[in-house]
C-alpha cells in the first residue's frame, strides 16, 4: 500500500490485520542534491522510492510511506539546486516521523535509503530516540532498521558487475540508471571530462567543489542506461521483499 | 521546470539567466494527514504538487522544488496515517530549506500550500528567519510568500461555486476532487453519515477525533469528481502563473 | 482578581472554588514596539491589560495573569524602543506559562492579545503544546484560546464606526485612543505625514522601514481621543467577560 | 523615561543625545511566585519596578525598560500562582531582550533584579552572549550588568537596620514592606506560624513546599508596613542613580 | 572506587550494598582554561580531582565518577589552550551525566567544583533539571549538591593563611600549589609583572584580555609550592569526606 | 605537548611555531560505558587516552588535548557505571570544542576515537559543524578527522593476528589488553559463560542487556594481557605520528 494513496481507514485496517507486514512500514528517504552534469538533482530520493513502489506493485501488502526527499546533503551546496538540512534539523524531523508512525501502531519501521551521506545522522538519530527509552529503563515501542539499497543483498554486487569500472562513489552509473528507468523521459547526456571522476575526502561545500569540480566522485556515468537501472531494479524489489519480511519477523529478546 | 527532474547545470543556467523567474522557485508545501473516509491521506500535499506540475507544463519557466511533504498535523494523529512534524520541527526544516535555496540565488520563495493547519507555522517561521537580519539591521537575501492554493485569485470563489452546500473546511470536496483528477485510480467511496460533517474548534488529537469521529470537518465529500477537480486545476494554473508573475516582478523599496 | 497583587492562599483558595471561573485564567499578552510618531512603545500590552484589569473591576472572580509584555515583533526593530522575541523564543516562554499556569489547576487559559504579530506564534505554540498530548495519545490537562482584543463581538466594529477613514491595521486610532484612556497623562500628538499611513507586507525589519517611515500602517492615529479609548473599552468589558464565561462553560467531548 | 510610555522618536533621540545616561538602560527583572501567606505573588517583579520607576521621577534621564516579570521561579510551583520559565527558557529571553536593546543603541544594560533565584541564570545567559563575541575574537557591542536591589549600595544594611530579627531569605519584611509601600491597598495579614519561618536548602517544587509549608524562608514579614518599605524605596532610590551612573561611566579598556 | 578504573559488576555491587556512601557519587567538574604564565590549562579539573582521588584513597567507599573537565570558561578564549563550552551546552552535559547516573541508582550526586566561572551554570543546570520534576509535582529520583573545593570547610581559610597576600581569584597561589602537588614535575616558573595582578569585571574574552593581560586575576602564584598545595590536600580530604558523609546521610523531608 | 599539563604561553608559542604540527591538535575521545565482566568502564576513552599520550612521549610536537570521556553510549545505560551523552548533546559540546581549538588557530583538528559508537554522532558533527559554512559559501578555519585508534594503519591486523578467535566487537581483548597495559594494577578476571560472547543488533539499553546479559559482543576477553596490550600501544604509536604527520601536511584544494 502506498501510505499516501491511502485513507485512513485502509491504513488501520491493514496495522490490525493478521498481516505478517502489518505492523511495518518503508519510509523511502533520500537527499536532494547534484548529482554531476546529467544525473538528476532527486537521485537520492528517487531511487528508494522507485524500488520501493515497485516492490509495493509485487506485494501489495508492503507499507510504504510517503518519500523522505530531504537529507543531509551540505557537501553538496555549492551546485544548484541542492537542499540540505542540518543533521540536528534532520534528526528532528526523522523524531517526529517515528513517533508519528509509531503512534499508529507500526512497531517496526525501515529506512530504505538512498545516500550515503544519509547514514550518520539517521544512525545518530536512532540514539536519540532509543536513548529516551534508555535513560527511563524501558522498551522502545518501535524499533528501527537504516538500509540503503545498494546494501540489499546482492546488488551492490550486480551493480559491480554490470560497471566494473567506473562505479564511484557519487553520480554512480547504478543510481542515474535507475532513475533512467524511472524517468526515461529524462534521460540527460554530458561530455565527461575526465570520464572517470577523481576521488578524495568530503568536507564542506567550497572544499567539495573545488575536488570535484562537476560534482561526480570516481564515477562514470556515461555507462548508464535505463535497460541496465531496470536490471538493478528487478534484483532489488525481492530483496527488499525479503529484507523486510525477516525485519517484520524478528523475534525480540 | 522540475528542480528534482534537472541536473544541477540545468538549474544553474535557469537560475542566471535573464527569464522573469529565474531567480524564483515554489515550493508545494502541504501535509500527510487523513482526510475523511475517503480522502487520501496525501491530499494536501498532492494538491499544490498538482496543480504546481500542471501549472509548470503551461510554463516551462516556473521553477518547482520537491514537494514538502510534511507539515504541522498534530491534530490529526488519532487518526492512522498521519505523519507530523512539531511545529518547532516544521519551523527548523523550512528555514534549512530556504538557506538552501537562497544559496543558489534564489531571491524569492513562493511557498503553494495546501493545508491550512500550516499556516501559522510557516508564518512564524518567516518572522523567526526575518529576524536573524532585523536584529542585525541586515536586509535578507531572499524574500518569501505563502500562499494557499484555494487563495489563489478566483479558485476559492470557483469551489464555493461548484460546493455551495458542504464544502466545510477539512476533506471537502474540493480538495479531494483535485486529487480525483490527479489521481483517478484512486477514488474511494463511502456512506457519509452524517452526509455533511460537524464543525467545531481544533486543539489536541483526541479531543478532534471525539468531535469529529470520521475525521470530516463540515464537509460533504461525496459531491467531488475527478471533473469538477479538473475545473478547479484549470482555473489554479493561470491564478499561480499571474501570482508568482507579480511576486517575481514586485519591486523592493 | 489580579493575580499578582494576590497571595498564594487567595489564589489556591479561588481555583477551588465554585465560581464558574475559578479554574480559568486570563493572560494579557502584547508586544513592545513602536507605534508611529505618537504613539506608546507599550500600546499593544497596554491595551489588553487595560481591558482586562477594567473587566476584572466589573467582576472579581476574572482571574488576571501577570502582563506577557514581550512579543514577535521583529519587523518593528528598526525602530528605537521596540523589544522582540524570535518567535522560537515566544513559543518556549508561553509554553512555560501554561505549564506553571496548568500545574496549579487552571483547566483553561484565554490569551488576551494585543498584537495582531503575535497571532502565528501563538497559536503555532498552542500546536507545539497540544502535540506532546497527541503524540501519546492522552487528553491535555488545560485547553487554550487566543483572543485578539478588537475581535472580541462587537468591538471590530464600534473601532470602525467611530474611525471609519484611516483606521488602518498598526498604530490604529482605536488601540491609540485605548492607551490615551488608560494613560491620559501621557498622549502624545505630532504633524502626521501623509495624514494616512501606506499600506503593504510585512517583512523584516529594513524593508519596513522602506516602506512605512514614521512606523504606521494604513492609519491616521489623530483621530483618536481619551474619550473615544473609553468608549471602546466601556464596549470591550462586557464581551470580554461573555466570551471568557462562555469559554469557561464549554463541556468537551 | 519608560521606555513603554514613550513614542519611539522620543527613544531615539534620547540614545542619540549627548545625555550621560543616554546609552544606558535598565530592566527591571523579577518573577512571579509565592511570598507566603501574605506577600504578592508579584512581589519580585514590583520592587525593582518600584525603584525603578520612583527613581526615574528622580531622574528623568533614566530609562526604564518594561518589567521582566516572569523569572526562574520552578522551587515555588507546589504553590499556586507561581509562574516559571525553565533556565533556558530564560536564558533565551534575556537574550533576545539584550539583542533589541543593542540593536537600537543601547551598550550598557542593567538588570535591576528582584529574585535571589534568578541570579545565576541571568549571570550564565550574560556568558552565554558573551560567549557569541568570545568565540569569535570580537568586543561586543553592549556589556551587561546585574544588581539586585537589595545589593544596592547601603540598602542591605539599613533592611537589617530596620529588622534585625526574622529578615529571612524569602518573603522578607523588606521585600513585603516595598510592595506595601507601592501597593499600600494590598497590605495582608495572616497569623503566621511559627512567626520565624524555618531554613533549610533549596531542590524542586514538592521539596521546598515539605520543607517550607507556608512558603517563607526565615522570615518574619509581619513586621513590614508602608512606611519601612518607603524608607527602602528612598535609600534605594538615590543608590540606584549612583550605580547606573557609575555603569554609564566606566571607561572599557 | 575510582568509577572508570571499575567494571559494571564493582559498580553495580557497591551501589546495592549497605555502604553509607552506596548511593552517593562524586563527580569532580572543573574547566580547561589558562591560568596565567606558569599555571597548568587543566588546573580547575585538575584540583577537584587530585583532591577527590586523594580522598578514595583515604576512604575507599567514595565513588569518584570520571572528570567533566570542560566548563564554561568562554572569558578566557583569547589565551590559547583554553577550551570552553556555552553555558546552554554545559547544561545539556550535566543534564546527561546526571540522568546517566541517576538511572543507574545514584540517588545523591555531588559535584566537586574547581571554577568559580561554571557556578552559574550549573546552579542554573540543578533548576532546569529539578524543573523536570515541579511541573509535573513529582519527587525527583536524585538530589544535586554543588560544592567549590575551596569552600570545603576549613580550605578557604588554610588558603589565606598561607597567602595572606596577593590570593586574588584567578590563577591563585592556592590552585597552582594543589596542581604542583600532583604534578611537581610540571612546576613552571616566570617573571611576574606586576607581581599582584590586577582586579577588575569578568566579561567578554577580549575584554578579560585588555584588563588582565597575562591572564592572572589578584594573584601571586609564585608564592605557590608543592609543599603548600599538598598542606591544601590533606586539609580536603578530611573535609571532603565529612561534607559527602552529611550530604549521603541528609534525610528528606 | 599535553595541553591541559602545559600554560598558555607554551600554547600559543607551539601554535606559532614552524613545527609541522604546529597548528594540528589530537583529541582522545572515547565513552566510559559498561566492557564486560572485567573490563574498566572507562576503557574507551583510556585507550586512545593511552595511545595518544604514548605517542607524545616519542614526539613532543604532538599536541594531545585533554581527553573527551564521555560519548554516545545510550545502549549501555542498563549496566551500572555508564554515562552516556544524548547525540545531540555531544554534537552540541564537540561543536564547542571545536570552536574553541580553531579560535587558538588549531586549523586541523583529528579526534582519535576509542568507541564505535560515537562514530555516527561525531560524523555528523562534523556535517554541523561544516554546515554553518557551506550555507554561506565560505571556507572553514578548520578541517576536521576522525580516526578510531584500531583504523590506525595495521593495527586492527595486529589485534586479528593477536586475536584470531573471539576478538568480537565490545569488550574486545584488544581494548582490554591495551587498558591492562595502562593500569596492569587494575587487570580483573572472571568466568565468563559463554566464553565467546554472542553477536546480535544494537538498539536501546534493555534490548542490549536482554540480548548480551554481561555486556560483551562476540568476544572473549579472558585473552587480554598486559604484555600484548603494549605490542598493540607500540605499533598505535608509529601508525599515530604517520597519520598526523600526513593530516598536518594535506594541501587543501
Redesign the interface.
Known amino acids: 500500500m502506498l501510505?499516501?494513496?491511502?485513507?485512513?481507514?485502509e491504513?488501520?485496517a491493514q496495522?490490525n490485520s493478521d498481516a505478517p507486514l502489518a505492523k511495518t512500514v518503508i519510509v523511502p528517504i533520500g537527499s536532494?542534491e547534484?548529482?554531476?552534469?546529467?544525473?538528476?538533482?532527486?537521485t537520492d530520493?528517487?531511487c528508494p522510492e522507485i524500488i520501493a513502489h515497485a516492490a509495493e506493485k509485487t506485494d501489495g501488502d508492503l507499507m510504504i510511506?510517503?518519500?523522505?526527499?530531504?537529507g543531509?546533503a551540505?557537501?553538496h551546496?555549492?551546485?544548484?539546486?541542492?537542499?540540505?538540512?542540518?543533521?540536528?534539523?534532520f534528526?528532528?524531523?526523522i523524531?517526529?516521523?517515528v513517533?508519528?508512525?509509531s503512534?499508529?501502531?507500526f512497531e517496526r519501521i525501515y529506512f530504505l535509503n538512498g545516500h550515503g551521506?544519509n547514514?550518520?545522522?539517521i544512525?545518530?538519530?536512532?540514539?536519540?530516540i532509543?536513548?529516551d527509552?534508555?535513560?527511563?529503563?524501558?522498551?522502545?515501542d518501535t524499533?528501527?532498521k537504516l538500509r540503503n539499497w545498494w546494501d540489499l543483498p546482492g546488488v551492490q554486487k550486480l551493480c559491480e558487475d554490470i560497471f566494473p569500472v567506473g562505479h564511484g562513489s557519487h553520480a554512480t552509473p547504478s543510481e542515474i540508471a535507475v532513475t533512467q528507468a524511472g524517468?526515461p523521459d529524462?534521460v540527460?547526456t554530458?561530455d565527461y571530462s575526465p570520464r572517470i571522476a577523481p576521488n578524495g575526502p568530503i568536507?564542506?561545500?567550497?572544499?567539495y567543489r573545488?575536488?570535484f569540480p562537476d560534482?561526480r566522485i570516481g564515477s562514470d556515468p556515461a555507462q548508464a542506461s535505463p535497460e541496465k537501472g531496470q536490471r538493478i531494479i528487478d534484483a532489488a524489489i525481492p530483496a527488499l521483499i525479503a529484507d523486510i519480511s525477516a525485519f517484520a519477523a524478528e523475534v525480540?529478546?
Open positions: 501510505l499516501h494513496l491511502s485513507s485512513w481507514p491504513i488501520d496495522i536532494n547534484q548529482h554531476g552534469p546529467t544525473g538528476l538533482l532527486g530520493w528517487l510511506a510517503p518519500t523522505f526527499n530531504i543531509m551540505q557537501h551546496l555549492a551546485f544548484a539546486g541542492t537542499i540540505s538540512l542540518r543533521p540536528s534539523t534528526m528532528a524531523a523524531t517526529d516521523w513517533a508519528s508512525l503512534r499508529h501502531g551521506g547514514v550518520a545522522t544512525e545518530a538519530t536512532f540514539s536519540e532509543y536513548a527509552w534508555s535513560f527511563i529503563g524501558d522498551r522502545p524499533i528501527l524517468y529524462r540527460k554530458a568536507r564542506d561545500a567550497l572544499d573545488a575536488r560534482g525480540l529478546p
